[in-house]
Structure formats: structure tokens, C-alpha cells
């Protein structure tokens, strides 16, 4: 007689299949499909309307002569380099201090996460308008320092640099990322360095940094991650302006698909992104591997 198999605690041994047909079903319709058709879709020349033909790698090879990607593809890589190490290094510090063991800690972590939770919402974005406008409290402030005010939005390193600023005031999530961190190193190992004589900046080069290696080399990616697909930021505050010196990849994308209706052409440019991103990171990986592995 075949027998009705049943683990330790009396479950069925399908149970456990049963219990994750959510999330596998969930994989596959929101996750798998999407990402094998926009593959698919990047080798035809569907714009939505008409039948779709299969063109190859036609719209990749469009690519390397499309002015407009060279141009978004370089300003997404010019705003990845500029932010990246900026968020890291300033996060990097604010955990420092937030680490400290002072009255009233909590809230000022509180005070300093809440930007990450409001994020590029409309009202942020008006907010972030009004502070570089002509007359804003950004060239009121130059002006107060007896500097010439700025034309924020007609100048392309100032609109680069309106970004590049509302990226790092949400620094909320890295910091506590960091902040984990530092919380969970021994603080034995910081009294013994000080009987020896070691002091507070020799302490974080010798002890710190090197036990936070793989965790800024996790906030590194999530970071690289988040610049290369920008897209909120510059759409709502500068539109891409100006003369697309803020015109990045997402945008590019976007405009591709729901302006142009070139659905075929953007879903290339999806995956070109995401190559670009693969890339970037592997690299990052490879030049920073033996240096994590000795922490």
C-alpha cells in the first residue's frame, strides 16, 4: 500500500511548493515575462499600432549612430560619477555621527531618514523649484554672501547641479545602511586600539573602514543602480533642460516609448541600459574584489 509521506510535523510534502505558488506565480507574470519580452520587442520594429516585424539588431545598431543616445548616455554616466561618490561620502559621514552615543540620537536619525521616505514626490519637486528660481532662497543666500546670483535653470552644470543636490539630501536610506553597519562592529576593538595609543582618525582608517569595505561596496551598486536609471528628477524639475544637458537614459526611454512610440527601439534601449549597468558594476566588482576580501 503506498503511503501518504509526511514530514516530522505532519505537513504534506507538496505544502511547501503550495506556499510559494504566490511568489512564483508572481516571478513569472510580473518579473520573467516583462523581461523576455522586452527582449523580444527590442528585435522588432512594433510602435503599438501596426504588426510587429522582426528587424534583428537593427535597433542596436541604430544606436550607435543616434546622436540622441550618445548625448542621455553621457549625461547619465557624467551624473553617476558626480553623485555616486558624493551620496557615499556624505552618508558615510552623517552614520558617523549618528552613531555617537549623544542624548537625543534617535530623532536626529529620524530627522535625517524622513527625505529618503518623501523622495521625488510632486510636492518635493515644486519645494526644490521655488529654492533655485531668479528670486529663490538659493541666490537670496548667494546674494546674502555678497555672491552674483545664479541662473539655475539656463545654465547646464547649475541644472545638473539642482539634481545632483535633491539626490543627496535623500541620503536617508545609504546612512542607515552604514549606520547598521558601524553599530555592529565590537567596541572591544576600539578600547583596545586606544590603550595602544591610537586615536580617533587612525582608528577609522585602521579599524573602521576596513570592516565597512563590503557594506560601501553593497551601498556602492545600490547606488550606481539608482543614478544610471534616473529619471523622476530630471523629468519634473528641469525636463531634460537645458539643451538635454539633464536629458538622461530614462528620459530617453520614456520619451521613445509613450511620445515617439517606438516601442521596439525603446525596449533596445531598456536593455542597453541594463547591459551598461551590468558592466559597470562587474567592473566595480572585479577592481574592488581583493580589496574586500582582506577585510
Known amino acids: ?30 518579473t520573467a515575462y ?6 523580444l520587442l527590442g528585435l522588432t520594429d512594433y510602435n503599438g499600432i501596426r504588426q510587429m516585424n522582426f ?11 543616434d ?11 557624467k551624473y553617476t560619477v558626480i553623485l555616486v561618490p558624493l551620496k557615499l561620502l556624505f552618508s558615510l559621514l552623517t552614520a558617523l555621527i549618528m552613531n555617537l552615543e549623544i542624548r537625543g540620537i534617535g530623532i536626529y536619525r529620524t530627522i535625517f531618514y524622513i527625505p529618503s521616505i518623501l523622495g521625488s514626490n510632486l510636492a518635493i519637486v515644486i519645494m526644490w523649484q521655488f529654492l533655485f528660481t531668479s528670486e529663490g532662497l538659493a541666490n537670496q543666500l548667494l546674494e546674502a ?10 545654465d547646464s552644470a547649475a541644472s545638473m547641479g539642482i ?3 535633491l539626490r543627496l539630501w535623500e541620503f ?19 578600547e583596545a586600539a586606544k590603550v595602544d595609543g591610537c586615536g580617533r582618525i587612525r582608528g577609522f582608517f ?29 523629468y519634473m524639475i528641469t525636463a531634460g533642460g537645458p539643451l538635454k544637458s539633464t536629458y538622461t537614459l530614462g528620459m530617453l526611454i520614456y520619451d521613445e516609448m509613450f511620445k515617439y512610440h517606438n516601442v521596439g527601439y525603446a525596449n533596445g534601449l531598456s536593455w542597453v541600459m541594463f547591459m551598461m549597468i551590468a558592466v559597470i558594476v562587474g567592473i566595480m566588482s572585479k577592481l574592488t574584489g581583493r580589496f574586500r576580501e582582506e577585510a
Open 145 to 154: 554672501v555678497g555672491l552674483a546670483p545664479v541662473g539655475w535653470y539656463g
Open 163 to 165: 539634481i545632483i543636490l
Open 206 to 234: 585602521a579599524i573602521t573602514l576596513p570592516l565597512l569595505k563590503n557594506v560601501i561596496f553593497l551601498n556602492l551598486v545600490l547606488q550606481i543602480i539608482a543614478a544610471m536609471q534616473e529619471f523622476n528628477a530630471p
Open 55 to 65: 528587424i534583428g539588431a537593427e535597433n542596436y545598431t541604430r544606436m550607435l549612430t
Open 172 to 190: 536617508g536610506s545609504t546612512m542607515i545602511i552604514f549606520l547598521n553597519a558601524l553599530r555592529d562592529i565590537p567596541k572591544e576593538y576600539y
Open 34 to 39: 516583462p523581461f523576455i519580452s522586452s527582449f
Open 67 to 77: 546622436s540622441g543616445f550618445h548625448n542621455a548616455a553621457l549625461v547619465t554616466l
Open 1 to 30: 500500500m503506498k503511503k501518504n509521506y509526511r514530514n516530522p510535523i505532519g505537513v504534506k510534502k507538496y505544502t511547501g511548493l503550495l506556499l510559494i505558488m504566490p511568489f512564483i506565480i508572481g516571478f513569472i507574470v510580473f
